[in-house]
């Protein structure tokens, strides 16, 4: 079967050989199911009677698909299938109740149809992979389950079975008793405690255990008040050397106590009891939920125009309808204080709230103020998390035990019950774009999911996006702006530096440091005052050049340089993730001679040491991200002042709030200012404003210095000058001009193919086809051109960017062309809705 890179496949190992459907002539109930299957709609299977039952929705299913066994989602049940299809039967049903409820569904509908993504990709984008078969678990009687009373016939017929088998499956027990509605009871006698369900591998996984943290407080002051019980002193003096919580059965063998100790405890409030799932380490069970050390509001009155902006989030909360604004203030403005009373209003008035961020290195700031407020009501979902702790956090939600979801664009995606509050922070960071099919910007479906819901959305920046603006402007958004910053208030003062009037620019080409930055960090330093210093790009040069004959290293299936990393002396392709040792002479002509040209982050640190060897460094990038610790150890030791000066990615720029940072600066400003791309102007002012805002956060004043060749472009004056107006003026005028996004909207269409003619004429024909539409007439064609960076592993590239007015024309347009493309062709194509990467 044809497949592109993007074809969904479900996680779980389905047993293979042939996929002999069961007989379907005897069928009269019909499911759409969504396959993971680059296929635009789902697939209509028939439904043996056995099966029907309860079936509907949101039910996984086993089904066959070609030659293969597949998991999809049932979307709709139907009464006939569609005339003259032959249709197979599904296999099993891996549910008891439905994973996906109406309302999910019709988003997974949303993003296919508006993405232009298969259906499966969109229905597997909301339903976890590492939720674990129904089918595969094992059901086991329990001893209440054994003594209490059957209810009815069913009740009797599943106890009695279970009486005499344990570790039954679902299926089996379903052919055995052969009475309909096996599985829904099966879903509330497990509720009720009267059976269990194990999961695979041996019942890890749902068996909980019991676990003990000491409360937060003075241990001298605990031990006093356990009175003359030695042992409950020790219980105390364990937990506190141990420094995280315990199993009950961990305590009861290093003490040597019982639980009536550990009751006693909990009674005066010296412990807490809780039950977790076995597998999950109780280390990152405290860091991610419990910590009520840290509860309690902080009691922060809201300054008037944070009041103002408050209450009128909180006026559409209460109103309970549809109502979108756009919030706009400097970072450090308090706009997340505004945001979280918001969240409070909505969970007192009984409805779930949903907070995003664009990146994960962001998560623990957030997560950190979120649960001083909201403690255990909140869960965290990511990528980072292992399997079990995401499978637990989905399923805490979907009961709705957590009400406040705390994540990347994936948390908008969490079945959050009566959602009445979605907030997008930094709404205009490229991060929420996906990358991958489905292509969905986690901000705009953000709005689509407030609307369906009748929630309000919050989208909250310091330098929104273009399109919000716009937005804004025309009224679809409501804007709220701040006015004042938090702390001091002053703003910071910026320093622009000419690099073309650097002295050493002339002799070596490449200025990391200006004479003017170097005093500057000089100065931040003797004044106690910590640094920040941007540079987007990471690893070590982002060229190792054979100075002998000019040999630079690229990569075999991408045709560009590879970046050279110190650590590990490796060459490591930034595009496609290939990862070589290192040469230390020239494969080419033999010589050593090989020499880093530029500098990446990692130059930026070991250049920082020579300058300045009495300042502690650190580098925070995608690749100190991966190391044990990770960025989270980086901005531990950059908060505390263990290390004085901080060289990254734009990671460094976003979100973080660090009081002591008197200095931030960027290398060079016009890293993205050159990318052929109608966003670089409006990345870069983002990129400038944010960096801007990491300084003077506190109480001392801050300074930005900005290197750069184009001291007079616009959007550097702005940054430099914090004048918001001048840069949106200049910049919607270019848009208008040219035609871009927020003046129409955008799809991209890429081809790519190892071979390049392939690629070229598969997409030639669609412009084709396209052109020939009648409503060709009122859109604008970019193209076919090749893409800006042509190959990418292995692979030919091509591109058509397509404008129109209206985002439905556009979309109907193509999907018109798309008709005539043969499925082979079809499968080389990617398709970007609203797209953010035109690279
Ligand atoms: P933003 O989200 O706009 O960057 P934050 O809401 O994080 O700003 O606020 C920045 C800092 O100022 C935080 O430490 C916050 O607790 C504090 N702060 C915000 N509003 C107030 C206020 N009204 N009174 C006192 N401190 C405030
Ligand atoms: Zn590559």
């Known amino acids: 079967m044809a497949s592109t890179g ?85 296999l099993e049903v891996l549910d008891v109740e439905p994973v996906l409820d109406g309302e999910m569904l019709d988003l997974a509908a949303f993003v296919a149809d508006y993405y232009m993504a298969p259906i499966g990709e969109s229905v597997r984008l909301l339903v976890p992979g590492t939720l674990p078969p129904w089918g595969e678990r094992r059901i086991s009687l329990t001893d209440a389950g054994a003594l209490a009373e059957p209810r009815d016939e069913l009740d009797t017929a599943i106890r009695d079975y279970l009486l005499n088998h344990s570790k039954v499956r679902l299926g089996e027990l379903r052919a055995e008793l052969g009475l309909p509605l096996v599985a829904p009871r099966i879903a509330e006698l497990a509720r009720a405690g009267r059976v269990s369900v194990e999961e695979r591998g041996g019942g ?82 405290r860091l991610e939920t419990s910590t009520e050390a840290e509860t309690g509001d902080p009691g922060i ?41 918001a969240a409070r209003l909505c969970l007192d008035l009984g409805r779930g709230v949903v907070l995003m961020v ?51 664009r994936s948390a908008l995606l969490a079945p959050v019950r009566h959602l009445g509050l979605i907030v997008v922070d930094e709404e205009h960071d490229s991060s929420y774009k996906q990358d991958k099919s489905p292509r969905y910007n986690g901000r705009d479906l953000a709005l689509w999911r407030a609307k369906a819901h009748g929630a309000v959305a919050v989208l909250v920046s310091a330098t929104p996006s273009l399109e919000s603006r ?12 701040l006015t004042q910053r938090a702390g001091h208030g002053g703003l910071p003062q910026g320093l622009l ?44 040069s982002p060229v190792l050049l054979c100075r002998a004959c000019g040999e630079d290293f690229r990569c075999g299936d991408c045709g560009l340089p590879m970046t050279y990393h110190l650590r590990g002396h490796r060459l490591a392709c930034h595009y496609c993730g290939a990862d070589q040792r290192a040469p230390t002479s020239c494969s080419t002509c033999g010589e050593a001679a090989l020499e880093p040209m530029g500098a990446g982050t990692e130059r930026v640190g070991e250049r920082f040491r020579e300058l300045f060897p009495d300042l502690a ?57 050159r990318f052929p791309d109608f966003r670089a102007v409006e990345r870069t002012y983002a990129l400038l404003t944010q960096l801007a805002g990491r300084a003077g956060r506190g109480e001392r004043p801050g300074k930005v210095v900005i290197q750069t060749y184009y001291p007079d472009h616009y959007a550097i004056r702005a940054a430099l000058a914090n004048d918001d107006g001048a840069f949106i003026e200049q910049e919607m005028e270019f848009r208008r001009t040219y035609h871009y ?43 076919p051109t090749s893409a800006p960076l042509e190959r990418l592993r292995g692979r030919w590239r091509f591109q058509m960017l397509l404008r129109a007015a209206s985002a439905s024309l556009l979309r109907r347009t193509l999907w018109a062309a798309l008709g005539s493309v043969p499925a082979a062709d079809r499968s080389i194509l990617s398709i970007d809705v609203d797209p953010y990467d035109l690279m």
């Not at 379907?24 to 299977?45: C, G, I, K, M, N």
């Not at 407020?373 to 995401?390: T, W």
């Not at 129409?744 to 669609?766: E, P, W």
Request: proline share 6%; aromatic share 4%; glycine share 10%.
């Open 617 to 673: 460094v650190d580098v925070l990038d995608a690749d100190a991200s991966r190391r044990v610790g990770g960025a989270a150890a980086v901005l531990e030791r950059f908060r505390t002042g263990e290390t004085r000066v901080l060289v990254g990615t734009q990671m460094v720029s976003k979100g973080h709030h660090f009081p002591n940072v008197s200095l931030a600066a960027v290398l060079s400003a016009d890293t993205y200012l």
């Open 741 to 783: 996004p927020p003046f129409t909207r955008a799809i991209q269409v890429l081809a790519q193919h190892k071979d390049i003619d392939r690629a070229r004429t598969v997409l030639g024909r669609l412009a084709r086809d396209v052109l020939r539409l009648p409503a060709a007439r009122t859109l604008r064609v970019l193209g």
């Open 497 to 540: 530096v000419d690099l073309r009037k650097e002295p050493a620019a002339r002799q070596s080409g490449e200025v990391l440091f200006s004479g003017l930055l170097l005093k500057e960090i000089r100065d931040a330093a003797d004044r106690g005052g910590q640094v920040i210093l941007l540079r987007n790009r990471r690893g070590y």
């Open 470 to 481: 716009y937005n804004a402007n025309t009224g679809k958004l409501a804007p709220l702006v």
């Open 358 to 408: 664009p990146e994960i290195a962001l998560v623990p700031a957030l997560a950190t103020d979120v649960r001083k407020r909201f403690g255990r009501e909140m869960a965290i979902l990511h990528s980072n998390l292992s399997k079990a702790e995401r499978h637990q956090e989905w399923e805490r939600i979907r009961r709705g035990e957590a009400r406040v979801v705390l994540g990347p």
């Open 301 to 341: 009155v809201l300054r008037p125009d944070q009041e103002t902006c408050a209450s009128a989030i909180e006026g559409g909360i209460r109103q309970g309808s549809f109502t979108p604004f756009l919030l706009r203030g400097m970072t450090g403005s308090g706009k997340t204080e505004v945001y979280l009373r």
């Open 204 to 285: 890890r996984g749902t068996r909980f255990v019991k676990a003990v943290e000491r409360s937060p407080g003075d241990l001298a002051e605990q031990l006093k008040a356990c009175g003359r019980s030695p042992k409950a002193k020790s219980v105390l003096e364990y937990l506190d050397a141990l420094g995280r919580p315990a199993t009950l059965r961990d305590i009861g063998q290093q003490v040597g106590c019982t639980s009536a100790v550990v009751r006693r405890l909990s009674k005066l409030g010296l412990v807490r009891e809780f039950t977790q799932p076995e597998t999950l380490s109780l280390r990152r069970h």
């Open 6 to 90: 993007d074809s969904a496949r479900y996680p779980e190992t389905l047993g293979e050989g042939p996929a002999e459907g069961t007989d379907a002539s005897t069928a009269d109930v019909f499911v759409a199911v969504a396959v993971p299957a680059p296929l635009p709609e789902a697939l209509t299977y028939a439904v043996p009677p056995t099966l029907a039952e309860g079936l509907g929705p949101g039910f996984r299913v086993r089904v066959p698909l070609g030659r293969r066994q597949v998991v999809g989602v049932v979307t709709a049940r139907l009464d006939a299938p569609p005339d003259g299809v032959r249709t197979k039967a599904i």
